[in-house]
């Protein structure tokens, strides 16, 4: 199975570069999208969902704002918005579908800003979105997790 994730920082932004071009020829089974910063009803059907695809879609309540979608040629057998937690679903950040095999998380974590205002915030998703994977590991689910999370330095001296 090819999975891809990746944060677009606009969808319709990377729509007018190319991306259905590049969609085409990337083929993954599953696409990830972070920051798609659009609702469907802003879209064309074809960036809903393209040729081949389902696509299921969580938006923030402010338009133009974070978002999550994911593009799938398999069907899940269940979908799952947001953490049920409302402070961070109204911003359209997590997006969850169950597969026969395994279980796709996808989110888009909060900034922090540069002056440090949402870094409560984030560290509360963190926390939050944890306790989440947590749970649906405790149930059996065997979690992959795609979206714009920590990216930690390479790995030196590690012995081979």
Sequence with gaps: MKLISWNVNGLRAVWRKGFLDWFAEARPDVL????????????????????????????????????????????????????????????GRTLTLRFKDFTLVNAYFPNGQRDHARVPYKMDYCRVFLAYCQNRCARGEQLVL????????????VPR
């Design 32 to 91: 990830c999208v972070q920051e798609t910063r659009a609702w469907p009803d802003q879209l064309e059907a074809e960036q809903i969902a393209p040729e081949g695809y389902e696509g299921f879609w969580v938006c923030a309540e402010k338009k133009g704002y974070s978002g999550v979608c994911v593009y799938t040629r398999t069907k899940p057998e269940e979908v799952v918005e947001g953490l049920g937690d409302d402070q961070f679903d109204r911003e």
């Design 146 to 157: 795609c979206g714009d999370f920590l990216q930690l330095p390479p790995v030196t001296n």
